[in-house]
């Protein structure tokens, strides 16, 4: 089986939200093409050791959707499976937001707006040293309204920070309602493009069109942040959460955690 397959990822999100009778599912599942493509083939980590100093960073400022990084880094090896067993429980490490203390984790994030502006800081100090680390930022469309992304844009272009990849997962919800309910964004890319990244649009569920971005990408040396915008289904892969946001707080219960199983025990 190909590692990071995101069936089998997407139930350890299951499982995990199952045991620890917790949200944020569909926020997961709309990232997971996302992070299984970048642990496959592009984040490194010297030795598999996730607090080398020579280490690519993922900073995942949509930290609610933190059980689709813990499913990979469980792949990886740093999480054991009694870990994500007892994801949320009491004196657990693995809480509902992304947790520094956690190696693999780069920033505690769920405050949403801030992680961007501190992958854009870990990005400067790698061109500083001069190293050839990257720092891959996902964010979320909903946390674009606010206007600290923006600030750390605008600071990206002006230190040519062209090792700083940011990934929008563009679901078309946040909490509250769908993106353009709440404050309607317009074209991302159009935005990305205009504050001086280097912009393409793809779709996020699509594995090789993410390769094939993330690749052509990197190999553009031209001083210029990276911006990829992934069209993605809140919910994905399960039939029943799929554009439902009240799956961004709804809890499974038998029925309905043996009915989403179900579909991703299917080819």
Known sequence: MTKFNSRVLRRSVL??????????????????????????HHLHYPDNDPTSAQRDHLVLSKGHGVMAQYACMHEKGWLSTEELGNYFADGTRLKGLSDA?????????????????????????????????????????????????????????HHRLDQLLVIVDENGF???????????????????????????????????????ALNTLKQRKNGMPKAIIAKTVKGKGVSFMEHDNSWHYTRLNSTTFTQAMAELEQP
């Open 15 to 40: 499982q995990m939200a199952y045991a620890g009778s917790t949200v944020h599912i569909a926020c997961a599942f709309s990232i997971i093409d996302i992070l299984a493509v970048l642990y496959r």
């Open 101 to 157: 203390h956690v190696p693999g984790c780069e920033v505690s994030s769920g405050s949403l707006g801030h992680g961007l502006s501190v992958g854009v800081g870990l990005a400067l100090a790698t061109k500083l040293k001069g190293s050839s680390q990257y720092c891959y930022v996902v964010v979320g469309d909903g946390e674009m309204n606010e206007g600290t992304m923006w600030e750390a844009m605008l600071f990206a272009t």
């Open 174 to 212: 946040q909490a509250m309602g769908s993106t353009d309910e709440v404050m309607t964004p317009g074209s991302f890319q159009q935005k990305f493009t205009a504050f001086g990244f280097d912009t393409v649009s793809i779709d996020g569920h699509d594995e090789t069109a993410l390769e094939d």
